[in-house]
């Protein structure tokens, strides 16, 4: 059975900092990865996808690395802003998707 | 483009009393995924629905059922329900499970509240 972990649970930080989250998963048979943000009460808003052949995508401010054969995954975000305070979730799909439980960012000012 | 689309955006039912929830998939999706997040909880997999079929179900009790449709909406029922059953019900589509490497997409969820 597949368990998707994600640490660190929660993480503030001031504006300007670069920072790091990482999502380690157990099994590696994995299609791809992919990585959301979502805001209070909100739906999931997707920010990358890994496919399982690849080792890293960027967007923007955002660079997110795939290692399968460790079953780990970085999401990377450079100069960060109050907006982007939110609580991001990776997961993994292998037929279905399956989710880590999120890492609760704060960005202050 | 219209993306995911979820109806109701908000759900206030008694307890016992059945509740259904409906997803519009993104044009051309196939895939529909249905998840279940209670306050302050990760999201659960609840069901996976592929061009019709159903293909996987997450350690829910069969109360949760559901349905896909040949546009390939699909349909969430919660049975008998109980107060523990309310959370945001988040809906995803992609296209096929046949091409597995492409991005799933979230509806803004229905808000369940079970009184």
């Known amino acids: 059975k597949q368990e998707v972990t994600q640490i660190p649970a929660a993480l503030s930080v001031p504006e300007g900092e670069n920072l790091v989250l990482n999502c380690s998963f157990t099994?590696?048979?994995?299609?791809?990865l992919q990585w959301f943000r979502q805001d209070p009460g909100k739906g999931l808003t997707s920010l990358l996808l890994?496919?399982?052949?690849?080792r890293e995508q960027t967007s923007g401010r955002l660079n997110a690395s795939l290692d399968k054969s460790s079953g780990r995954s970085t999401l990377y975000i450079a100069a960060s802003q109050p907006g982007d305070s939110a609580t991001y979730l990776c997961a993994v799909e292998e037929g279905d998707m399956r989710f880590g439980a999120g890492t609760r960012l704060t960005v202050k000012p | 483009e219209a993306g995911v689309t979820q109806s109701p955006t908000h759900l206030i039912k008694t307890r016992g009393q059945q509740a259904t929830l409906r997803c519009s998939p993104i044009?051309?999706?196939?895939?529909v995924y249905w998840y279940q997040q209670a306050l302050g909880l990760g999201l659960q997999f609840l069901l996976w629905y592929d061009e019709g079929e159903e293909r996987n179900r997450g350690n829910f009790p069969p109360r949760f059922s559901g349905r896909q449709f040949p546009n390939y909406s699909s349909e969430l029922n919660v049975n008998a329900l109980e107060l523990e059953d309310s959370a945001l019900y988040l809906c995803?589509?992609?296209?096929?499970?046949?091409?597995?490497?492409?991005?799933?997409?979230f509806g803004q969820g229905t808000r369940l509240t079970v009184v």
């Open positions: 044009s051309g999706h196939t895939s």
């Open positions: 099994d590696s048979a994995i299609y791809n």
């Open positions: 890994i496919q399982s052949s690849q």
């Open positions: 995803a589509s992609s296209l096929a499970a046949s091409r597995p490497n492409t991005e799933a997409f």
